[in-house]
């Protein structure tokens, strides 16, 4: 009997008691920080290390670096950047955009990337994923599902946010989980950039299918969202990631600390 | 400028963060390209990265255990400072090991695998709780309830005299800190833990 339950009480409690994460998120385009909304870049910004040196000061858990015009272009520019900001920000770095073969992937890892996230190579091949799992395991892994609604449905896009794959987001996530990944970043396009709030129903539809720590992103911008996703997921979501709220100043990490800490989200 | 720090490389993966954050304190710091000068530093890595398999095959393809195993039997002054994978290769074997490779030993006992309702890997951020040992507690008090950074599927569970620090959840403990003489093991990642992390590795260097 006692092993059952003390079994039983683990499998409860390591998921709860793991700190809830938020992640701050850049969308770079030519060296750039972008303000985005509903995935299209619409203003240039200050260069990613003057917001991840302001988001560390003020102790942000990760970053995550979206080189978002890399995959239209089959390449992704961010590796001198990352060095650089390696050798002053020691948190984890999830970085993206333009990764689509293992040669991408080593070199990402090599210029000091703790972590990196696909979604358009997932989209033509899922064996990437499969691949990068295997030989850096699967927490160095991380699908970036990027969602649009088309009426009752949640569909999967690529480049950015631009191209209709006509495969189902749940279906994606269940590939993805399926060839090893280690995490789901899941973005609403439609909802990114409003700070109306996340895509719930998405969430709600998508909770089910979850084996993989979950983080929730697109449409953060009030300190109730959190309790929002939280419910909308049964307290499964891991973390979140925002942009709009720092470029803009609308809150400070420390504002979205202590509302954590008030409403018994572990931090 | 302060003593020379050298991290080992199995060639697994990125190197890069654990050299910047000891650059980042003012130490020297090399990777380790010749294995016969292994007494020149005052701290040897053995970083985070990697499966326990292919680590023990690059320190037994290398004739590193029997270097290692010299430095911590009988050079004290030089500290080896373990992350992660690197904490757990000096217990004595893992569930992670398909070959039932054999650990270094130094810390007694078998690094088992998580068992939860996610897939592994444990990936985030959790307190420390100091350890209940008298010779070591007062020591080590700064670790109480720093925040650090773990990601890890395998977790070990180490005696209670060598253990400085753990991680609860709920009423499952596992270490985050173990000291053997001259070992040092840490289950998270100073390097990506953020202020607390970079605190907590000077702390290591310097002492």
């Known amino acids: ?267 | 400028m302060k003593n020379l720090v050298g991290i080992l490389n199995y060639r697994l993966g990125n190197l890069l963060s654990i050299k910047s954050a000891i650059e980042y304190l003012n130490y020297r710091c090399k990777i380790i390209d010749n294995l016969n000068n292994l007494e020149d530093f005052s701290c040897i890595i053995f970083p985070g990265v990697g499966a326990f398999d292919q680590a023990i095959n690059y320190i037994d393809s290398n004739d590193i255990r029997e270097k290692i195993l010299y430095i911590f039997k009988k050079k004290k002054n030089i500290k080896i400072l373990g992350i992660c994978l690197g904490m757990q290769i000096a217990f004595d074997k893992s569930e992670e090991s398909v070959v039932k490779s054999k650990g270094l030993g130094i810390f007694s006992g078998c690094v088992k695998k998580f068992n939860y309702e996610l897939k592994p890997p444990l990936n985030g951020w959790a307190k420390l709780k100091l350890s209940n040992n008298s010779e070591t507690k007062n020591k080590y008090s700064f670790l109480q309830d720093k925040r650090v950074y773990f990601t890890h599927s395998y977790y070990c569970q180490t005696e209670k005299r060598d253990e400085i620090a753990y991680i609860k959840h709920n009423n499952f403990m596992y270490s985050a800190l173990t000291i053997k003489d001259n070992f040092i093991g840490l289950q998270f990642h100073p390097e990506k833990s953020g202020p607390a992390g970079i605190e907590i590795l000077e702390q290591i260097l310097s002492n």
């Open chain 1, 1 to 267: 009997m006692g092993i059952k339950v003390s079994y039983l009480e683990i499998k409860y409690f390591l998921k709860l008691s793991l700190n809830f994460r938020l992640i701050g998120r850049l969308d770079i385009k030519s060296k750039k920080v972008v303000r985005t909304y509903q995935k299209e870049g619409f203003k240039f910004l200050e260069d990613p290390l003057f917001y991840a040196q302001k988001l560390y000061n003020q102790g942000i858990d990760e970053l995550i670096f979206d080189d978002i015009v890399a995959s239209l272009y089959e390449r992704n520019s961010l590796s001198s950047e990352i060095t650089e900001l390696s050798k002053k920000i020691f948190i984890p770095f999830t970085v993206g955009g333009g990764i689509r073969n293992i040669d991408n992937a080593t070199a990402a890892f090599e210029k000091g990337a703790d972590k990196i996230f696909v979604n358009t190579a997932a989209i033509k091949n899922i064996d990437i994923i499969k691949l990068i799992s295997n030989k850096f395991g699967t927490q160095s892994i991380a699908l970036s599902a990027q969602a649009k609604k088309h009426e009752n449905k949640w569909i999967a896009y690529y480049d950015n946010g631009r191209e209709n794959s006509g495969i189902e987001i749940k279906d994606l996530i269940i590939r993805a989980q399926d060839n090893g990944v280690g995490e789901i970043i899941l973005q609403s396009i439609d909802y990114q950039g409003t700070k109306k709030g996340f895509d719930y129903n998405l969430f709600e539809d998508i909770n089910n299918i979850i084996t993989v720590p979950l983080i929730a992103s697109g449409g953060f911008g009030k300190l109730d969202h959190i309790d929002k996703i939280m419910k909308a997921t049964s307290n499964k979501v891991s973390g979140i990631a925002f942009a709009n709220i720092f470029l803009e100043d609308i809150m400070s990490i420390n504002e979205l600390n202590e509302y954590c800490l008030n409403n018994n989200f572990l931090r």
